[in-house]
T-cell receptor, first 113, second 116 residues
């Protein structure tokens, strides 16, 4: 069964610094991978997704992620953190033809002024 | 587009009472998903529908939980009787058919349920 592991339940970065949120997947077949963001008291919103096209995926709000098959990773990055990036971020995986999304445990990102 | 609509946004009830959560998916979306989010278990898929038909309910925790989708614009998740361990945020999400399983799921704002 597919699964994702998010390393670090809490990450703090200074405003303007690089954001790096880690996600490793486990899947028996080439997966589809997603990053969602959840702002306080809101539902989840898609940031970006990998669906076996380009391995470097660009999303909204300046975020991007790179699919690395050799490392089974799909880490999320942003060159310069903004205060508005403070939220919880979830990595998720699904397989071709499988409607289910399996979510990681989430990483809470705090931005230090 | 109004997005996925959920009601109520907050529900506080006493153990043993029946609870009904409601969801209106985005118009034209063929799939509807119910999730539960807790600190202990994270975000879990409970059940999903395709064209109003339940496809997979393997995530429904117990027989106390039931979900229906009587038409394309409305779904309910019912808990009867409710227990304190059911306290969680329940999300509804919908997505269109066209993009297949890679298409984006659109989440509602959630219902925060507290069972005393």
């Amino acid at each position: 069964a597919q699964s994702v592991t998010q390393l670090g339940s809490h990450v703090s970065v200074s405003e303007g610094a690089l954001v790096l949120l880690r996600c490793n997947y486990s899947s028996s077949v080439p997966p589809y991978l997603f990053w969602y963001v959840q702002y306080p008291n809101q539902g989840l919103q898609l940031l970006l997704k990998y669906t076996s096209a380009a391995t470097l995926v660009k999303g909204i709000n300046g975020f991007e992620a790179e699919f690395k098959k050799s490392e089974t990773s799909f880490h999320l990055t942003k060159p310069s953190a903004h205060m508005s990036d403070a939220a919880e971020y979830f990595c998720a995986v699904s397989d071709f033809g499988n409607e289910k999304l399996t979510f990681g445990t989430g990483t809470r990102l705090t931005i230090i002024p | 587009d109004a997005g996925v609509i959920q009601s109520p946004r907050h529900e506080v009830t006493e153990m043993g009472q029946e609870v009904t959560l409601r969801c209106k998916p985005i118009s034209g979306h063929d799939y509807l998903f119910w999730y539960r989010q807790t600190m202990m278990r994270g975000l879990e898929l409970l059940i999903y529908f395709n064209n109003n038909v339940p496809i997979d309910d393997s995530g429904m925790p117990e027989d106390r939980f039931s979900a229906k989708m009587p038409n394309a614009s409305f779904s309910t998740l019912k808990i009867q009787p409710s227990e304190p361990r059911d306290s969680a945020v329940y999300f509804c999400a919908s997505r269109p058919l066209a993009g297949g399983s890679t298409d984006t799921q659109y989440f509602g704002p959630g219902t925060r349920l507290t069972v005393l």
